[in-house]
Nanobody
Framework: QVHLVESGGGLVQPGESLELSCTASGTIFSIGTMGWYRQAPGKQREMVAVAYTSGSTKIAGSVKGRATINLNFSQKTVTLQMNNLNPEDTAVYYC???????????????WGQGTLVTVSS
């Protein structure tokens, strides 16, 4: 069975940095994309950053210049580095993997359980 295991998150002060990591576990032959989404209280889930196995990335305008995403396909790990955090970055951050080929699926989409990031002084 395939899972996404997230780490990182927690309480940080404004202006600080944070790194989130997500690893896909299980027998996986291929992954199309891995990335991070977030959902703030009372708001819809939104894309933060996505990395494609082709090497390209997509970064949301709200974090552009402050966020870096890296995908290590061989380790099936995606990391999100965010700098100069502000209270508007407070949200539950979800790892997402798409177009996965596993033993039982040829087009699997998975979400992680979410990790809370709180930016507050």
């Amino acid at each position: 069975q395939v899972h996404l295991v997230e780490s990182g998150g927690g309480l940080v002060q404004p202006g600080e940095s944070l790194e989130l990591s997500c690893t896909a576990s299980g027998t996986i032959f291929s992954i199309g994309t891995m990335g991070w989404y977030r959902q703030a209280p009372g708001k819809q889930r939104e894309m933060v950053a996505v990395a494609y196995t082709s090497g390209s990335t997509k970064i949301a305008g709200s974090v552009k210049g402050r966020a870096t995403i890296n995908l290590n396909f061989s380790q099936k790990t995606v990391t999100l580095q965010m700098n100069n955090l502000n209270p508007e970055d407070t949200a539950v951050y979800y790892c997402h993997a798409d177009r996965m080929i596993t033993l039982t699926d040829r087009n699997l989409t998975l979400w992680g359980q979410g990790t809370l990031v709180t930016v507050s002084s």
